[in-house]
C-alpha cells in the first residue's frame, strides 16, 4: 500500500497523559499536513511542513502540540498533558510539490479519546 | 484567504444526477478549486480538480463558470454508497499559505432508496 499512513488508529488517554501520533506520507511527496477533525466539522489546519521544515502553524496549535519531520520524511504529532478538548480525530495529509496536481492524499487518521 | 460555503445539507434518490454547488468569491488568480469526498472515520478522498469552464472524470464533472466564483460538483446517477460529506477546497499549486487549503462545514449528501 502506497498511501499515506498514520499510526495508532484510535487511542484512549487519560487527561494529562501525552500522546504521540505517526504519519508516512506518499513517498515521493514533500508536503505533509496535519488537520484536526472534530464531529460534524470539517478539518482544521494545524501544520504544514515543507520537507523537513514546519512552514505553518495554526492558532490552534497551542503549546502542548508540537510536530516534527525529521529528514523530510515520517512526521509525528505529539500533544503533551492532554484535555478532553483534545479528542478528534487526527488527520496527516501529503501532496507533490509545485509540479503536482496539489491534490491533498490523507490518511485514515488517528482518534484519539481522552478521558 | 478564499472562503468557501456550500450548502449544508441535501437530500437525493438513487439514480438521480445531484448538483452541489460551491461560492467563492474571493478566488486568487493561481487558485484552483478541488472537490473532496469523507464518509464517516475515514480521511476525505480527492473527487476532481479545476481551474475553470468544465472537467469531467470517472465519478464526477465540475463546472465553473467564467468568473470562477463558483464551482458545481455534479454525480451522475448517485447510488447509496455516495452519501457523504462533499467538500470543496480553494488553493493554488505555488501554495502562498497552507492556511488556504481550508475545509468548511461542508455538504452532507443523503442518497435515499
Known amino acids: 500500500d502506497t498511501g499515506v499512513s498514520q499510526d495508532p488508529r484510535h487511542k484512549i488517554t487519560k487527561r494529562g497523559q501525552n500522546v504521540t501520533f505517526r504519519c508516512d506520507p506518499i513517498?515521493?511527496?514533500?508536503?505533509l499536513y496535519w488537520y484536526r477533525q472534530t464531529l460534524g466539522q470539517g478539518p482544521e489546519f494545524l501544520t504544514y511542513f515543507q520537507n523537513e521544515a514546519q512552514l505553518e502553524k495554526s492558532r490552534l496549535l497551542s503549546d502542548r502540540f508540537s510536530a516534527e519531520r525529521p529528514k523530510g520524511s515520517f512526521s509525528t504529532l505529539e500533544i503533551q498533558r492532554t484535555e478532553q478538548g483534545d479528542s478528534a480525530m487526527y488527520l496527516c495529509?501529503?501532496?507533490?510539490?509545485?509540479?503536482?496536481?496539489?491534490?491533498?492524499?490523507f490518511g485514515e487518521g488517528s482518534r484519539l479519546t481522552v478521558l | 484567504l478564499a472562503k468557501t460555503t456550500q450548502p449544508i445539507s441535501m437530500d437525493s434518490y438513487e439514480g438521480q444526477e445531484v448538483n452541489i454547488t460551491c461560492s467563492h468569491n474571493n478566488i486568487a488568480t493561481n487558485d484552483y478549486i478541488t472537490w473532496y469526498q469523507q464518509f464517516p472515520s475515514q480521511g476525505p478522498r480527492f473527487i476532481i480538480q479545476?481551474?475553470?469552464t468544465k472537467v469531467t472524470n470517472e465519478v464526477a464533472s465540475l463546472f465553473i463558470p467564467a468568473d470562477r466564483k463558483s464551482s458545481t460538483l455534479s454525480l451522475p446517477r448517485v447510488s447509496l454508497s455516495d452519501t457523504a460529506v462533499y467538500y470543496c477546497?480553494?488553493?493554488?499549486?505555488?501554495?502562498?499559505?497552507?492556511?488556504?487549503?481550508?475545509f468548511g462545514s461542508g455538504t452532507q449528501l443523503t442518497v435515499l432508496p
Open positions: 479545476g481551474y475553470k
Open positions: 495529509a501529503s501532496s507533490a510539490g509545485p509540479r503536482g496536481t496539489g491534490e491533498l492524499f
Open positions: 513517498s515521493e511527496h514533500n508536503r
Open positions: 477546497l480553494v488553493g493554488g499549486l505555488i501554495l502562498r499559505s497552507a492556511r488556504q487549503l481550508t
